[in-house]
């Protein structure tokens, strides 16, 4: 039986669309959806990640937390890469799609644990208020201690591999 179609709506901190692309449902919660994308844009070296065209993305997104985390495969061996994680507002999620507003501030977390905050300036500079700039911040600490700690979405090596 084929799944509807999904769309990720990936949102700027103004809730301007950015970005649109097509995603499968690979379970849904309440809360949370988990869903297999594709990397559809050219081949870049992102901070000693090399992405690749059609590389995997396993997407975890949260209706009730300030994050959004991303496991990447390769899009050819399926090794795993790494996590992307997003700090952003919790996203409505609806049957056939999501809508992300992006806070700019992200997590990059190698397989061996190492992690690279980036974009703090890009963050500093939305204006946003206290207490939103107090809830990304909680986010990333958050996101942080469960990488060292290997929880969460960070509990495997090779999560959503299937």
């Known amino acids: 039986m084929n799944q509807p179609p999904f769309t990720v709506r990936k949102l700027d901190a103004s809730g301007r669309e950015v970005w649109r692309y097509p995603a499968e449902v690979l379970e849904r919660t309440e809360t949370r959806v988990v ?88 963050f500093g500079a939305l204006g946003l208020d206290n207490e939103e700039q107090e809830r990304a911040q909680l986010a990333l600490e958050e996101l942080q201690r469960m990488a060292r700690r290997r929880q969460g979405p960070f509990a495997s090596s090779s999560p959503g591999a299937g």
């Open 35 to 122: 869903l297999r994308a594709s990397f559809d844009r050219d081949d870049v070296d992102f901070h000693g990640m090399h992405l690749r065209r059609g590389d995997r993305f396993v997407e975890t997104y949260y209706a009730d937390r300030w994050y959004n985390v991303f496991a990447i495969y390769d899009a050819g061996a399926g090794d795993f890469k790494g996590w992307y994680c997003n700090i952003a507002r919790p996203a409505s999620i609806t049957p056939d799609g999501l809508s992300c507003e992006d806070l700019a501030l992200d997590l990059l977390v190698f397989p061996d644990g190492r992690c690279m905050v980036l974009d703090e300036d890009e």
